[in-house]
């Protein structure tokens, strides 16, 4: 998962990141790359909450989420062992809100299963832009919505 670290909609993303890595026990390992400020000032900090999911290794590189060509606060990128990429994409139903979407279910299916639906490789993303591509580099993100 690629993160902003001020983006209060990434906290459903995180929650549901945590629902399942509680399914993937040992045989799956997840990062989130965070992007954004490093010190919080009192701000939503979702860093902490995502080092305390057990599996979870937290990131803070910039470079890492524009390797992935990653646009959207909350965006998955789930590979097959093999390194094979196997879908993009949000894992919550809508901005900020928590709850059942067909990419948490293909993502829970696939830490169970091993496998993934050919229907559901891609799903939206819903949260803040990682990058502001009109302002300068240290500058809030906008709000963004990713295909």
């Known amino acids: ?3 902003h670290t001020r983006c209060a909609c990434t906290r459903a ?8 890595m509680a399914h993937a026990g040992s045989r799956t390992e997840a990062f989130v ?17 995502a080092r305390a999911i057990p599996g979870v290794r937290v990131v803070e ?5 524009r390797l992935f060509n990653a646009a959207t606060s909350g965006q998955v990128l789930l590979y097959e062992p093999n390194g094979a990429l196997v879908f993009r994409g949000g894992i919550t139903p809508s ?12 993502v829970r ?9 050919p229907l559901a490789t891609t799903t939206n ?5 990682l990058f502001d591509r009109h302002e300068d580099a240290g500058s809030p993100a906008r709000v963004g919505k990713e295909p």
């Open 61 to 65: 590189d910039e470079s890492e989420a």
């Open 13 to 20: 993303s995180i929650h549901e990141l945590e629902r399942v």
């Open 1 to 3: 998962m690629v993160a």
């Open 95 to 106: 901005r900020g809100h928590e709850g059942t979407s067909a990419g948490g279910d293909t």
């Open 125 to 129: 993303v819903f949260g803040c832009a």
């Open 109 to 117: 299916s696939f830490v169970i299963t091993g496998r993934v639906s």
């Open 33 to 49: 790359v965070f992007v954004g400020p490093r010190d919080a000032n009192g701000v939503l900090d979702l860093r902490e909450t």
